[in-house]
């Protein structure tokens, strides 16, 4: 599927990942519509990119939010392509060394971010995507999902990213075979140690070991990185329903 010419929604698109993302697709020809709960940072992204970036302010969890931002992105283009970038994360042991449980909320919260949000942005922009002509091969779009190597090999501390991530890896399959016949692939990214805005609070220290732990190349994965893999993903119409690791061959440890 070419960039050029279609709409384009992305989810948590003000920073990191999503951020890249837009300006990936952008820079390809693309509109798109940054949906990020970061006014400041989704509308300063907006105007630096120009007429083909709007930003929608909203949270992936709402309906209402996500309805907005798919209509906004209908309105500049046919909706071909929709990218979940969205989330959070928590750490705790499920029994700390003092023997409290874990915290319900937190949890609780996790999952409807991560998982909740990802699969309302999926249900919402397929939808609209499945209502557009097709292609000449009969292709519509595509929806790319953010996972993490964490929903294979979890550390302590994270049963509640690890499971929200996981949710999404087991979706990933069932929805592509749900919108086959609409012409709609659905692709998951399961990223590995990426050098976004929250690993930038580490010391730099701790941010070069944390890159040297990889197979290789010994680096932290660029947001670039990812933004190019998303490109290629719609770029290529016989990747669907697949979990794709986007980690330089790294496999984590416990801790």
């Known amino acids: 599927m070419e960039l050029n010419g279609i709409s384009a929604l992305v989810s948590g698109g003000a920073s990191g990942l999503g951020e890249a993302t837009v300006r990936r697709l952008v820079g390809a020809g693309a509109s798109c519509v940054i949906l990020d709960r970061n006014p400041d940072a989704g509308e300063r992204l907006g105007k630096e990119l120009g007429e083909r970036t709007a930003f929608v302010g909203g949270d992936v969890t709402s309906p209402d939010d996500v309805a907005r931002a798919v209509e906004e992105a209908s309105r500049r283009g046919p ?24 915290d319900l909320d937190p949890f609780r919260s996790v999952i409807e971010v991560n998982l909740i949000g990802t699969f309302n942005v ?41 499971a929200s991530k996981g949710g999404i890896v087991g979706l990933t399959l069932p929805a592509a075979r749900d919108l086959a016949p609409a012409g709609v692939r659905v692709v998951t990214i399961a990223p590995g140690l990426m050098d976004t805005p929250l690993l930038g609070l ?8 944390l890159g040297a732990s990889v197979l290789f190349p010994k680096r932290l994965g660029r947001p670039a990185d990812f933004a190019g893999l998303v490109a290629h993903i719609v770029e290529n119409p016989y990747l669907n329903g697949e979990v794709i690791r ?7 440890q416990p801790k």
């Open 79 to 102: 909706l071909r392509v929709a990218v979940s970038c969205a989330g959070i994360g928590w750490a705790q042991r499920v029994v700390s060394r003092d023997g409290a449980p874990h």
């Open 122 to 162: 999926l249900r919402l922009a397929a939808a609209r995507i499945a209502s557009t002509e097709p292609t000449a091969d009969g292709e519509r779009g595509v929806v790319v999902n953010t996972a993490s190597i964490a929903a294979f090999e979890g550390q302590i501390g994270q049963i509640a990213y690890s």
């Open 202 to 209: 580490l010391p730099e220290e701790a941010r070069a070991a």
């Open 246 to 252: 986007l980690d330089g061959g790294l496999r984590m």
